[in-house]
């Protein structure tokens, strides 16, 4: 360090220095991350608007995390023994920072390869689960891992090093110019970190300039980009502040609007969206079996014009009623089991599986079930207490978890558990003792062996690709064991009285150079078993309306307040409609292809998909159509904060509803 300048600088000087160090670290990540992705940059002209707004993030992200040493240091550091325990703390902060900054800009090229932006939420909530996480990264990641350990401890070592030089040999200034000191520090620390003359500091919406989300979160940083998306966690359950205020009157009237229900009248104050509607089905109440397939986008099947990857869900399209056009709420298994178990419109916060209000007392098929008489299970190869799936379950009408540890001697474990084919034993041996009861049941059964690192057994698939642990193998792995459970469930005493389907949770990756990649929202659905007649059904679906068709198929009335559209049933054209969260953005197709995406502070945003190109091209798109979208992105978020979900007031007001009756 030049004596010079540290003289120049005075006490100051650590301050810079890690300043500087960091700003460095910052560039020099942001560089690398730009020429790995340099075409996205060029398509969008984006060189200079992402270096100059990442330059006022970086100063942002600095400003906080030096305000405090630079308070510290202005008034307390100091030759005498106190100074010297202010000059202890100061190196561990800054040791502290230093890794927090490198090691977050390490891990981020495997989290874009993963989700196509830097970390966020998902970095943090995916941390609440160690054991899985480091059983994942420990059979798929060893190399990642083995780097982010070594650079870890080099960090920690040099940065401990570093900070000992900057601290030591500084000229310290007389008493009463440290207040003056400190003052224009946390000065000019607070302009930097605020960095807007606006009522609002500085928040990624201010830097954002693309319609591919990774170049705007290339302007980030990646410790900021956490640390942000942390403190926005503690306020999730609001989406208002993301999309503006709307009238709750004005949402509930669009909101009713949008959904199918003929000559039927809403009656309840306490759930607006409240009804009753009979079943198409009037026989003998069916089994319900819904088989939720892991990251299974419509690109991996066949039968949808994806990968030739899965004969045996290819031939179930053949066999069944299969959406040809069915879209998923979300990018993460919670909002894929969110949509088809309680049909509840995708906000921008965490899933009600995980939300607190919703732990108990919350609509779910599994309660309406289990009220009808039916026995209600989740099957799962894994752990279900991961992403919280166990306390919503049992506090939402799921009696019985079929997990991990009631697997006996399963023939293969993987990362995330019992394999698929083990899975698909499990449910067909519950399945036949459960017919044998007499009792209807409802059985979730969620796969997990196409979720990374792609664990599956040896010898039962010719590999479609190098090396084994690929997506598209597993992918083809779990279709064979689907497979294999379907000649089994054919050849059943329990196949005709009940009804299947498999769908997946979400794709296995959403990414591009779009608001919203629609195209990655597109899933496989096809209901099958007894009764279930062959048909290509091109509606447009959205994953909401797979439980009331469920319901309806089975023979239960469907008296909930979930808005989605039971499709055995003739819908408008003009109600059919896909909703999709993606990280913050909200988008909302109707049946032509026309979108509506709702970002953060910004205005709505029109456009057109083709299907053909999965590109979105700008137009104009009505206010009426404008206000429905916002209407439904703020419905999710308004029913949870006011209890229009909650089970105990569909109690309550069922009385009053059957006397009316």
């Avoid at 994953?543 to 499709?567: A, C, F, K, R």
Wanted: proline content about 5%; aromatic content about 14%; some cysteine.
């Amino acid at each position: 360090m030049s004596s010079a300048l540290k003289k120049r600088l005075g006490i100051l000087f650590p301050i810079v220095a890690m300043f500087l160090l960091c700003l460095v670290i910052f560039t020099f990540s942001r560089l690398s991350l730009a020429l790995w992705q340099s075409e996205r940059v060029t398509d969008v002209a984006g060189w200079g608007t992402i270096f100059l707004s990442g330059l006022r993030i970086d100063i942002s992200s600095l400003s906080y995390l030096l305000v405090l040493p630079a308070l510290l240091t202005s008034l307390l550091l100091n030759n005498n023994r106190s100074g010297r325990i202010v000059s202890l703390l100061l190196r561990l902060w800054f040791v502290a920072g230093l890794w927090l900054v490198v090691y977050m800009e390490l891990t981020t090229p495997s989290f874009i390869l993963e989700y196509d932006v830097r970390p966020n939420r998902l970095f943090v909530e995916y941390l609440i689960y160690p054991k899985e996480v480091f059983s994942m990264l420990w059979s798929g990641y060893k190399p990642e891992l083995f780097i982010s350990v070594i650079v870890s401890f080099l960090t920690i070592y040099a940065g401990w090093e570093f900070s000992r030089t900057i601290v030591s040999g500084l000229s310290f200034p007389r008493w009463y110019w440290r207040p003056v000191i400190a003052l224009v520090a946390v000065a000019l620390c607070f302009a930097g970190a605020r960095s807007s003359l606006g009522h609002r500091p500085l928040n990624p919406a201010m830097v954002a300039f693309s319609s591919d989300p990774l170049m705007n979160d290339l302007t980030l940083n990646s410790s900021y980009s956490l640390l942000f998306a942390v403190k926005q966690m503690s306020a999730e359950d609001d989406a208002f502040k993301y999309y503006g205020k709307m009238d709750k009157e004005q949402i509930i009237a669009q909101v009713r609007d949008s959904m199918s229900i003929g000559d039927l009248q809403f009656t309840s104050d306490l759930m607006p969206t409240l009804l009753d509607r009979a079943p198409s089905y009037q026989g003998r109440t069916k089994n319900l079996v819904i088989l939720l397939q892991e990251s299974l986008g419509a690109r991996y099947v066949g039968g949808l014009g994806g990968l030739p990857l899965t004969p045996n869900l290819d031939a179930l399209i053949e066999e069944g009623w299969n959406f040809t056009r069915m879209y998923a709420t979300g990018t993460r298994s919670v909002r894929g089991i969110e949509a088809v178990t309680t049909g509840f419109s995708p906000t921008p916060a965490r899933s009600v599986v995980k939300l607190g209000k919703s732990q108990t007392n919350f609509f779910s098929i599994a309660g309406l079930l289990q009220k009808n008489g039916y026995h209600t299970q989740f099957i799962y190869g894994g752990e279900s207490h991961f992403d919280n799936m166990k306390s919503f379950f049992l506090g939402n009408g799921f009696v019985d978890m079929q997990d991990f540890p009631t697997f006996e001697n399963p023939d293969f474990v993987g990362s995330w558990g019992a394999s698929d084919g083990d899975l698909y034993t499990k449910a067909h041996q519950q399945f036949t003792q459960l017919n044998q009861s007499g009792r209807p049941f409802f059985s979730l059964v969620f796969t997990s062996s196409n979720h990374s690192p792609f664990d599956y057994p040896d010898g039962l698939i010719t590999p479609y690709n190098s090396p084994k642990q690929t997506r598209e193998n597993a992918a083809k792995y779990s279709d064979f064991a689907l497979g294999e459970f379907i000649e089994n469930a054919k050849a059943s005493d329990y196949w005709q009285n009940t009804v299947f389907i498999v769908v997946a949770d979400h794709d296995s990756r959403a990414y591009g150079n779009q608001l919203v990649p629609i195209d990655h929202f597109r899933i496989p659905a096809v209901i099958f078993g007894g009764g279930v007649t062959q048909r290509q059904d091109e509606r447009l679906a959205s994953q909401i309306d797979l439980p009331p068709t469920l319901l309806s198929l089975i023979g239960i009335n469907n008296y909930s307040p979930m808005i989605g559209h039971d499709m055995t049933q003739q819908i408008e054209t003009s109600k059919l409609r896909a909703m999709m969260q993606f990280h913050k953005n909200y988008a909302w197709m109707d049946n032509n292809n026309e979108v509506v995406i709702l970002q953060p502070d910004k205005e709505p945003a029109g456009f057109v998909y083709d299907p053909q190109s999965t590109e979105l091209h700008p137009k104009t798109m009505p206010s009426l159509m404008i206000e429905k979208a916002k209407a439904n992105a703020l419905w999710g978020s308004l029913a949870y904060k006011q209890n229009y979900y909650q089970s105990n007031y569909l109690r309550r007001d069922s009385a009053a509803f059957y006397s009316a009756k």
